[in-house]
């Protein structure tokens, strides 16, 4: 590989260092203040989103369903986070470079991720460990 010019470097660490400088002014914010002033950069803040829940119809094959009979499958299968799962392992394996030591990562934060049973976090019992363990 060719190494980048030094003013792209440049470029990416004055990003850095702004992005952290407003990283420590937002912490001496209150948390309604820091609310509103990321509104200014992105107006779509500050409105709430429709709860989903993950847990409650853990059912594979819904036959009364009128859409699809395999449709909880699918809303889960194609959900945001399925994607944010693939990108992480993906990121992981790129850093990391050890396939012993990757899997005790992704099996220890599925286990951690269970047993904290934080209500964002109450996945399908199958969809966690399909995602992380069998999928790669």
């Known amino acids: ?17 702004v992005y952290l400088v407003a990283l420590t002014f937002l912490l001496f914010q209150t948390r309604d203040d820091a609310r509103q002033f990321m509104k200014y950069l992105h107006p779509d803040l500050g409105v709430e989103l429709p709860e989903r829940s ?7 094959y819904v036959p ?12 889960i299968l194609f959900d ?25 990562l992704s099996i220890g934060f599925e286990l951690m991720e269970h047993c904290s049973r934080h209500i964002d976090l109450q996945l399908v019992w199958y969809l966690g460990w399909y995602e992380d363990c069998e999928i790669f």
């Open 54 to 60: 993950y847990g409650t119809d853990c059912r594979i």
């Open 80 to 104: 945001e986070f399925v994607i944010a799962h693939i990108l992480g392992w993906w990121g992981k394996a790129i850093m990391i470079r050890n396939q012993p030591l990757l899997w005790v």
């Open 1 to 17: 590989l060719i190494r980048p010019h030094p003013a792209i470097w440049r470029l990416v660490h004055g990003m850095a260092v």
């Open 64 to 75: 009364d369903h009128p859409k699809s009979r395999f449709n909880n499958v699918y809303d």
